[in-house]
């Protein structure tokens, strides 16, 4: 009889196929202050590191994004006004709650025209082969169930010459910094989630996920191995966060 | 280098205080509409900092990294910053390198010097009319007082140190001594020439003694 394969969610290992579930759950809870608590636990600075995936982003007029796990659509929104309306950008992720609050607001902030939400599994991209200039995926790829093969399929939608960035937590680069960071995201993170969402748990899971995510090397590793040539990273904030940056051969 | 955070950081408040400033400047920003699409990026070497600024239609954005950019200058800090602050139009003897469309240069030197911010308008805003008004004529006093002084300030400096203290030369004192200098040059220089010529006249195996 042959064992069910496992994965990671958080420190937890559960069955592959319930892991998308309880991610799913996670955000369902976290989606309606999802930005309050970005600001909060960042402290705004995640503005400043999609602000430099931006610059490292090349959009230009006329290109097409797509932004996957684009949430609450803060990529997107700035992606829409650089591609104008001869652009395209697809604001794509798993979780309805989050892609209906991403929606929602960008129509507030009057994006129309260039703009297409699409509900869509990283792993299994539903559009054609060679289609974007750009794909970005920010605080998203850990939470995917198998990265490999999602970094594949971003492969195959970007089109040659295309590029795509991965923003996500990373690994410290200093000791000192570590252990401050871990002393924030396993007292503080928890106890602040439960102050402003009631949900202790859901960002308990992120912090841990944080750990279980792959570090600079191997991430930057991860992509050569699907295929993206001339890749490379840029640590924020002293490693906390990093940014990978491929392009499609 | 610096962390990409600090420079997103820096770069996004130097972005929001130079839109913030051409919205009191309409004519300004009329003009920079002509560059939109363009862009210059800035090397500077020791310390190293890039600095990009793209123009759009309606407003300017600075960055640390930009692809192709329309216009980029190289050099030391110390030149760009004296380059950007002259009143100089040519790169000769800058120590800073041009590549790219050079005419953004130009453009954009031409666009700084007309450069006419509406600071009343802005203090208006803050204050309301009324008060902003009255505050506008009371700093536009003191800067006028601040200009005159610093200008014969400057004057009385000059003649402090050339005239009472004889610390430094005075101006002109220093051309008389330059255009000597420049006649023994040249007096040296035709000096040369002629013994030249005459070695080339004088047969190679037998030379002067």
Known sequence: M???????????????????????????????????????????????????TIELSGVRRGHKVLDIAGGTGDLSYKFSKLVGPEGLVVLADINESMLRVGRDRLTDRGVAGNLVVSQADAQYLPFPDNTFDCITIAFGLRNVTDKDLALRSMLRVLKPG??????????????????????????????????????????????????????????????EDAGFANCDYHNMTGGIVALHKGIKP | MLDPTISAAATASLEAVINKALQYDPATRRRLQALAGKSLALEASEPRLVLCVHFDSDRVRIGSHIDNPTTCLRGSLSGLLQLATSERVNLADSQVEAWGNTALLADIKTIARDLDLDW????????????????????????????????????????????????????????????????????ADRLEARLQRLRQHWPSNNPPV
Not at chain 1, 23 to 32: E, I, L, P, R
């Open chain 1, 2 to 52: 042959s064992e069910k394969k496992t994965t990671h969610f958080g420190f937890q290992e559960v069955p592959v196929d319930e892991k998308a579930g309880r991610v799913a759950d996670v955000f369902h809870s976290v989606a309606g202050k999802y930005d309050l608590m970005n600001d909060l636990m960042s402290g705004g600075i995640h503005r400043l590191w999609k602000r430099f």
């Open chain 1, 162 to 223: 295309g590029r795509l960035l991965v923003l996500e937590f990373s690994k410290p680069q200093s000791d000192l910094l570590s252990k401050a960071y871990d002393t924030y995201s396993f007292r503080v993170l928890p106890f602040m989630g439960k102050l402003v969402t009631n949900d202790a748990d859901s960002y308990a899971y992120l912090a841990e996920s944080i750990r279980m995510h792959p570090d600079q090397a191997t991430l930057k590793q991860m992509m």
């Open chain 2, 120 to 187: 009343e308008e802005a203090i208006n805003d803050w204050l309301g009319d009324v008060l902003g008004h009255q505050l506008a004529e009371q700093l536009r006093c003191r800067m006028d007082w601040l200009k005159a002084r610093g200008q014969s300030g400057k004057r009385l400096l000059g003649e402090f140190l050339t005239e009472e203290l004889r610390a430094v030369p005075a101006a002109a004192e220093l051309r008389t001594f330059s255009d000597q200098v420049d006649q023994l040059r040249l007096a």
